[in-house]
């Protein structure tokens, strides 16, 4: 399901297809609060296939991984560290850091035939301390379903010239925002951090680089940059896509919902959108109880 779908659903759900009282770009904001709340609220094994990720032969450091250093940001913190597996050892054992006290119980202690880890202040603790590397399984943050495009620095610095992201679904295809050379073609860029108006005047799709006019008053770095003339519908963005499984749409719908009747001090709408959301919600994840092994498989 794309963005543009899961958009056109909403404004039928508020009633403002004609978008008289909203603009698409407004019904992001509730909508990536919506993918977030669900995100973080359902049961982790019905987000494995979209959101699960497995980082490999990652190093530990005395014991010590940082929760920041892993691929991708880790959704709702440690508790969405799923597994972790050791070198040519079984897999280690989740502990809460509120049970930590029990592995200075003999019968407890971690070692090669019984690894155990626990999440605590931003960190895999990993015990015993001797292992070197794991692979870590986790569910990662859902990209956010957004008009800002974020854009780097080109391979030198310059103040014509920037690098759009690969993963934001930018046009491969060689002067898309710019048509045939022709003003009416090119597109109006902003510029958050510079506070300025650009026009696209030539574009590379294989590197995704863009030339502009005028030249910025500093060299392009990381920024955030908005189109402004070209509608959401007209840009490339295929690759953007609503991240969750579908199943879960209404879910995102009914918290996109309640947020923008609160807006709209519609607060009766609103509550009763919540009482909705949640009563599926807790349904869900008591219906989904699917188990995963225990602690005693090795990965190698």
């Known amino acids: 399901m794309t963005i543009q779908e899961i958009i056109d659903y909403l404004l039928a759900r508020i009633e403002d297809l004609n978008k008289d ?8 904001v509730p909508i990536n609060n919506a993918v977030l709340k669900v995100a973080n609220g ?6 494995i296939d979209e959101l699960g990720v497995t980082d490999l032969n990652v190093d530990v450091t005395a014991g010590v991984i940082n929760i920041s250093d892993l691929s991708s940001s880790v959704l709702g913190g440690g508790a969405r560290i ?26 407890y202690k971690p070692s090669n035939k019984r690894p155990v880890f626990y999440v605590f202040g931003g960190k895999i603790q ?7 590397k794991v692979d870590v399984a986790f569910l990662k943050v859902p990209k956010p379903l957004l008009y800002d495009f974020t854009i780097a620095e080109a391979g030198a610095a310059s103040t014509t010239k920037f690098l759009g992201d690969a993963d934001q679904g930018l046009s491969a295809t060689d002067d898309y925002y710019c048509l045939a050379d022709k003003d009416e073609n090119r597109v109006v860029l902003y510029c958050q951090g ?7 005047t030539s574009y590379t799709g294989a590197s995704r680089e863009f030339t502009v006019a005028p030249a910025a008053d500093e060299n392009f770095g990381t920024d955030i940059i908005n189109f402004i003339t070209h509608s959401f519908d007209q840009l490339n963005l295929d690759n953007i896509n609503f991240e969750l499984n579908e199943s879960l ?15 709209g001090d519609d607060q009766e709408k609103k509550i009763a959108g919540l ?7 807790e349904f869900m994840n008591n219906s989904y109880q699917k188990p995963r092994g225990g602690g005693n498989k090795s990965r190698r």
């Open 21 to 28: 009282s909203w603009e698409t770009q407004e019904l992001l």
């Open 42 to 47: 359902v049961h982790s094994d019905l987000l």
């Open 82 to 107: 799923l597994q972790v597996f050791p070198e040519n050892l079984p897999e280690a054992k989740k502990y809460h850091y509120a049970d930590i006290r029990k592995l200075g119980n003999t019968y």
């Open 126 to 132: 990993v015990r015993p301390t001797t292992i070197a």
């Open 194 to 200: 510079k506070k300025a108006y650009f026009i696209v």
């Open 249 to 263: 749409r209404s879910l995102v719908l009914d918290f996109a919902e309640a947020e923008i009747r609160g807006a």
């Open 275 to 281: 009482k909705s959301a949640y009563a599926e919600l």
